[in-house]
Each structure stands twice: as C-alpha cells, then as structure tokens.
C-alpha cells in the first residue's frame, strides 16, 4: 500500500522539488532519501538536482545547444553533422535530407527518430511523433532534473551514422567525479542487440552492473586514451557528470553531456558500489544561506 500511495504521489510534479525527489526517490530505489549527509551516487545526484543551478547547464543539456560548448573546448571535429535545428514541426522540410538521417528532440532524451531510408518514412508518423516532443517539456515529463527546466523544445536533425548498419556502434559513458573520470559504462550494439558492462580506464571489467546482463565482452577501444583525455576536459568545471562519446573507424564523436544518469535511480548491483561510485563524488559546498549554488 505505501509502495502504491508512492506511486501516486510520484504524479504530482507540482510538489516542491525537494519533497518529489524524495518521494521519486524512495518508490524507484526502496530507499529512503538523506539530502543533508548523501552517500551513494544516486542521493549525490538527486542532491545536484535540487541545490547545484549554474545556468550553463541548460546549454549543455540541449542536444544543439550543447555543440558550441564542446566546439569551444576540444573541437568541432568531435561533432556529428548537423543538418538543422528547428523550433516547430513545419519548418521540418523531409526533401532537404539525405535518405538516411536522425531526428531528436533537444530538449530531452529517448525522443529519438532513426530514419534508414527515407523513401519508406511515414512523414505523417514523424510529425506526430516529433509535434508529440515539443509538447513536452522534460523537467516535468522525468523526475524534475533542473537543468532540462528551461530548455526550449526544439527539433534536430544530425547525419546517420553508417556504423549502426554494421553493428558496430558502441556508446562509451565515461562517469566523471570532480574532472577524473573513474570508470566507464559501456553500451554494446547501442541500436542492436544492446547490452551493458562497466570497465575501469585500464579497460579491466567491474564487477558490478545495472538492470540487464553483464556478459558482453567488447574489444578495449583503439583510441581509448584519448577520449580519456576528452572526458578529461569536457567535465573539468562540474562536481560530477557523464560524458558520452562513440568510437569507430579511428574517429570519436562526442555523444551528450549527462548531469542525472538514470534520474538518479539508476541502481548498481552488487548494492555494494552505490556507496562506492558515491565515495568518488565531492559536493560542492553550499554557504550558510545559500539556497542553490548558481556559479561553477
């Protein structure tokens, strides 16, 4: 019953931020939440949920948005082409693309398109689908992650990646702790028969993983160091985040920058290494008074 009156709860995203991660927080993980002394990874980030605000997150969460950012600091040559960026469905001209292409929302994530042969597109079902995005806006539509809070919905449409045809696309996530990045979450066949597995950055297997199996075993990535490097440099100013890159054919792509992995319920098994990911996590320190931190 008290699982169930979560449940309902859990709907009222009009309920102060503070007290609905607390109640997200306990339905998702079946704990409960401590925001004044947080010691897992999860707490640690349901705390930078409610309290850590500088304004340059909202940037860097949105898909687009996010380009110049990483432009400005490792380099456009890391970028995925762009085709467009648009602010309704009608501006969306399918004739202007290539036959294959991707289309995202900016504003959010799983508002994904992947269109592999333009020819055969429902471009009625696209509207729909993308007109269905824009309606959203992801701070309500999630679990009240502030940096997505005002984010404009908008539409991107970026190059195909001929990797996905051959499988061969595997998503690196490095998890980066006040600018180290301490290990990697790796999504095999991203788009195929996915699976999940954590390595450290000397690419040793861990002994620990989320919801689905841990049995896939990838080749160490030939260019490893160096999206250490560019992990490195991407989340230098931020007491924690995920950077995402792919690697394939002697080229690495920046993929996102993630503040709330999993809405930060996402939990590892053994229970062990919540606590342990948890340990890598310095929060910043608030001032006596001090409501939110604003600045980096």
Known sequence: MYKLLLGLLKKLKFLPQK????IYYQYYTGKKLNLEDPKELNEKIQWLKVYYRPKILNQLVDKYAVRSYVESKIGAQYLNECYGVYDSVGEVNFDEFPEKFVLK???????NLIVKDKSKLNK????????????????YKAGLEWAYKDVKPRILCEKYLEELDKGLLNDYKFF?????????????????????????LDWKKLPYK??????????????LAEMIEIAKILSADFPFVRV???SFSKRILFGELTFYPGNGVLEFYPDDYNRVSGDFLRLPKRNKGQKYIETL
Request: proline share 6%; aromatic share 20%; hydrophobic share 35%.
């Open 124 to 139: 009625t079902y696209a509207r729909l689908k993308m007109r269905k995005w824009l309606w959203h806006n992801f701070y």
């Open 244 to 246: 995402d890159l792919y």
């Open 105 to 111: 929302g900016v504003h959010g994530s799983n508002f």
């Open 176 to 200: 980066c702790f006040n600018g180290e990045p301490k290990f990697i979450h790796v999504d095999v066949a991203r788009f195929g028969d996915h699976n999940r597995c954590f390595y450290d």
């Open 210 to 223: 989320h919801y689905l199996p841990n049995d896939a075993e990838p080749e160490r990535p030939e260019m």
């Open 19 to 22: 007290t609905f991660v607390k």
